[in-house]
């Protein structure tokens, strides 16, 4: 089973910054795409931004400039640096693992990040 173990939210001011971390642990492989989703309080779900294994990367256009994904495959992590955050950045971040040979996406707990204004 695939455990993801998400950390580094907090608040910040606005025009602040903040990394996320996300470790997985369990049957995972260095292949599997990794991700980052987030929730706003009575809005929908919506994509951040992924990563696959060769470091390809994808990005909201709500995020373009000023969040980066990267990973460390040595040390199964994920991060997500966020820079120029703003007060719509806040919500609950996700991180997500992808497992195309189970046709299955695993999820960890989230982290709240709060902006300021």
């Known amino acids: 089973q695939v455990q993801l173990a998400e950390s580094g939210g907090g608040l910040v001011q606005f025009g602040g910054f903040l990394r996320l971390s996300c470790a997985a642990s369990g049957s995972i492989l260095s292949i599997y795409r990794m991700g980052w989703y987030r929730q706003a309080p009575g809005k929908q779900g919506e994509f951040v931004a992924r990563i696959t294994s060769g470091g390809s990367t994808d990005y909201a256009d709500s995020v373009k400039g000023r969040f980066t994904i990267s990973r460390d495959n040595a040390k199964n992590t994920v991060y997500l640096q966020m820079n120029s955050l703003k007060p719509e950045d806040t919500a609950v971040y996700y991180c997500?693992?992808?497992?195309?040979?189970?046709?299955?996406?695993?999820w960890g707990q989230g982290t709240q990040v709060t902006v300021s204004s």
């Open positions: 997500a693992l992808d497992s195309p040979l189970a046709a299955t996406t695993y």
